[in-house]
């Protein structure tokens, strides 16, 4: 099983700032990473795959990067609707597993 | 658009069967290339990949749950479903399903909780 960890666990931000999530797995997976915002009582929402893609209808303010086995996930500028916890998810073999997430908050 | 909606039981008693479906519109789950999968995610904690099937109806498991883990499609209702065997209160836990696009889970239903207790 590849594990993912992220860090920080939260981050105190206020609007405006820019904002880095890191993502490690725990062996190579290429690009195959995907990254999810969620709101309480939502499903996630994707944001970026292939580690660097951004999934259309996304931000531009959203960023990704990274390969092998780790990534960032980077917010240019803090917006009041960025509140909210952020997945990575790792797809290259054929099952899925989730870091355990990235709570934003405000500062 | 495609829209995804689970329905079931949202309480099961500890030793019984969990089982749930999802409704698929403005998509097709016999054709293209896509996983519809089952994702739980636990109060607090981090989503959970329980498993999916694809459209010629092969599927893969989460290992941790595979020995007691179904998932299958309906092809005529458009609709695939989920079977999880001997719960306990380890299984509760809000259950989504969604499409695997094979780069990223693209759409999500709007989740449901399953509670397991007596």
């Known amino acids: 099983d590849i594990q993912m960890t992220q860090s920080p666990s939260t981050l105190s931000a206020s609007v405006g700032d820019r904002v880095t999530i890191t993502c490690r797995a725990s062996?190579?997976?290429?690009?195959?990473l995907a990254w999810y915002q969620q709101k309480p009582g939502k499903a996630p929402n994707l944001l970026i795959y292939?580690?660097?893609t951004l999934e259309s209808g996304v931000p531009s303010r959203f960023s990704g990067s990274g390969s092998g086995a780790e990534f960032t996930l980077t917010i240019s500028s803090l917006q009041p609707d960025d509140f909210a916890t952020y997945y990575c998810?790792?797809?290259?073999?054929?099952?899925?597993?989730f870091g355990q997430g990235t709570k934003v908050e405000i500062k | 658009q495609v829209q995804l909606q689970e329905s079931g039981p949202g309480l099961v008693k500890p030793s019984e069967t969990l089982s749930l479906t999802c409704r698929v519109s403005?998509?097709?789950?016999?054709?293209?290339?896509?996983?519809w999968s089952w994702i739980r995610q636990p109060p607090g904690k981090r989503p959970e990949w329980i498993g999916y099937?694809?459209?010629?109806?092969?599927?893969n498991y989460n290992p941790s749950l595979e020995s007691r883990v179904s998932i299958s499609a309906d092809k005529s209702k458009n609709q695939f479903s989920l079977r999880l065997s001997s719960v306990t209160a380890a299984d509760t836990a809000v259950y989504y399903c969604?499409?695997?696009?094979?780069?990223?889970?693209?759409?999500w239903g709007q989740g449901t909780l399953v509670t397991v207790s007596s």
């Open positions: 969604a499409r695997d696009a094979l780069d990223g889970i693209d759409f």
């Open positions: 403005g998509a097709s789950v016999s054709r293209g290339n896509y996983y």
């Open positions: 099937v694809f459209y010629t109806g092969s599927t």
């Open positions: 062996q190579n997976i290429n690009i195959w």
């Open positions: 292939k580690a660097s």
């Open positions: 998810q790792q797809y290259n073999t054929y099952s899925r597993t």
